[in-house]
């Protein structure tokens, strides 16, 4: 086993080549790794889906995107990884084998990533998920076995000041209504989403206090969830934009409703209460973790919320706001 501390490494290359999701787990391990090694250079491997989590953390020196559906542009990049001659990588994914095969060709001195069967033999050091680990603990367990503690689970979405304030300016509060954000999809992920319908129905309930807004926000491909809902003045389509872009339009928001998603991280990372509709396993493993989030819970394994009723969803929300 390499020793950390004779290592001192100077330069530190993490990966996380994945979901928006997996990457705001992430944002608590570089956070310590910063902490851990003010002067090293950390660089970042990250994915196009989930860059704009880490465009602008302020833990990372250098970001790199992986072009992982353009195979042909692979050899370019584990080359220019290579040449950079990193101390020590850690693979924030493990599982992954494309992460795996690069960490094993730049072939620093030390590598180290979560655990998985199929890739252990890529490491030196691995860290697995046991029951009850919530994956920023997993994530935080490896980041101190390669000399990096925290205990911070807290996650890192820095929004400035000026987009909040555009955000305000443009989704203006209006007198005496209270406001709420409602996440329908992803209308690929029908297992871990709940259904449409019981959207429709929750929002027609949270519309009918008289005293509430609903603001329904929807990503890329989620336009056929949308043909149920009675559009209003209390019942409005959030108009799209950047990450950042959402992050600040929570901010103008009492609560979030949603089911496991990447909005879900995003709201939690910028801490927006929130009313979150979970499966064991998602609960487990993904929940937001601060104290103002309520979690509904289907009591189903793995990640289906089929189980969770109109009456259940809407009784946290009216308890939350």
Same mark, same amino acid.
């Given at each position: 086993?390499?020793?950390?501390?004779?290592?001192?490494?100077?330069?530190?290359?993490?990966?996380?080549?994945?979901?928006?999701?997996?990457?705001?787990?992430? =944002?608590?391990? !570089?956070?310590? /790794?910063?902490?851990?090694?003010?002067? #090293?250079?950390?660089?970042?491997?990250?994915? &196009? +889906?989930?860059?704009?989590?880490?465009?602008?953390?302020?833990?990372?020196?250098?970001?790199?995107?992986?072009?992982?559906?353009?195979?042909?542009?692979?050899?370019?990049?584990?080359?220019?990884?290579?040449?950079?001659?990193?101390?020590?990588?850690?693979?924030?994914?493990?599982?992954?084998?494309? =992460?795996?095969? !690069?960490?094993? /060709?730049?072939?620093?001195?030390?590598? #180290?990533?979560?655990?998985?069967?199929?890739? &252990? +033999?890529?490491?030196?050091?691995?860290?697995?998920?046991?029951?009850?680990?919530?994956?920023?603990?997993?994530?935080?367990?490896?980041?101190?076995?390669?000399?990096?503690?925290?205990?911070?689970?807290?996650?890192?979405?820095?929004?400035?000041?000026?987009?909040?304030?555009?955000?305000?300016?443009?989704?203006?509060?209006?007198?005496?209504?209270?406001?709420?954000?409602?996440?329908?999809?992803?209308?690929?992920?029908?297992?871990?989403?709940?259904?449409?319908?019981?959207?429709?129905?929750?929002?027609?309930?949270?519309?009918?206090?008289?005293?509430?807004?609903?603001?329904?926000?929807?990503?890329?491909?989620?336009?056929?969830?949308?043909?149920?809902?009675?559009?209003?003045?209390?019942?409005?389509?959030?108009?799209?934009?950047?990450?950042?872009?959402?992050?600040?339009?929570?901010?103008?928001?009492?609560?979030?409703?949603?089911?496991?998603?990447?909005?879900?991280?995003?709201?939690?990372?910028?801490?927006?209460?929130?009313?979150?509709?979970?499966?064991?396993?998602?609960?487990?493993?993904?929940?937001?973790?601060?104290?103002?989030?309520?979690?509904?819970?289907?009591?189903?394994?793995?990640?289906?919320?089929?189980?969770?009723?109109?009456?259940?969803?809407?009784?946290?929300?009216?308890?939350?706001?």
């Amino acid at each position: 086993m390499i020793d950390i501390k004779a290592l001192n490494p100077k330069k530190i290359l993490l990966l996380r080549m994945d979901r928006i999701g997996d990457m705001f787990c992430a =944002t608590p391990a !570089l956070r310590a /790794f910063r902490q851990a090694y003010p002067d #090293a250079t950390i660089d970042l491997v990250c994915s &196009e +889906g989930n860059r704009a989590v880490v465009q602008d953390n302020p833990h990372i020196d250098n970001l790199f995107v992986f072009p992982l559906k353009k195979y042909w542009l692979w050899p370019y990049h584990f080359l220019r990884l290579k040449l950079r001659g990193y101390d020590m990588a850690v693979a924030l994914n493990g599982i992954s084998t494309t =992460t795996s095969r !690069l960490v094993s /060709f730049i072939n620093p001195k030390l590598k #180290a990533g979560t655990w998985a069967r199929k890739t &252990e +033999g890529y490491y030196d050091l691995t860290v697995g998920l046991e029951p009850g680990d919530h994956t920023i603990d997993q994530q935080l367990k490896l980041a101190a076995a390669v000399g990096a503690p925290s205990e911070d689970v807290s996650m890192v979405f820095p929004v400035g000041a000026d987009l909040k304030e555009r955000a305000r300016a443009k989704f203006p509060r209006r007198e005496g209504k209270k406001r709420v954000a409602v996440f329908i999809g992803n209308a690929k992920k029908v297992d871990t989403r709940w259904p449409e319908d019981r959207f429709v129905e929750l929002v027609r309930r949270i519309v009918e206090r008289g005293d509430t807004e609903v603001h329904i926000v929807a990503g890329p491909g989620d336009e056929g969830l949308l043909g149920g809902f009675t559009w209003s003045d209390d019942c409005v389509l959030y108009p799209g934009g950047s990450l950042k872009e959402l992050g600040a339009f929570f901010g103008t928001c009492d609560l979030f409703v949603t089911s496991s998603s990447g909005p879900m991280h995003l709201a939690a990372a910028v801490d927006v209460p929130m009313v979150a509709i979970l499966a064991d396993f998602t609960f487990e493993c993904w929940r937001p973790l601060a104290d103002i989030h309520r979690i509904v819970q289907s009591g189903q394994p793995g990640v289906q919320v089929g189980t969770v009723t109109v009456d259940a969803v809407f009784e946290a929300v009216n308890e939350m706001v």
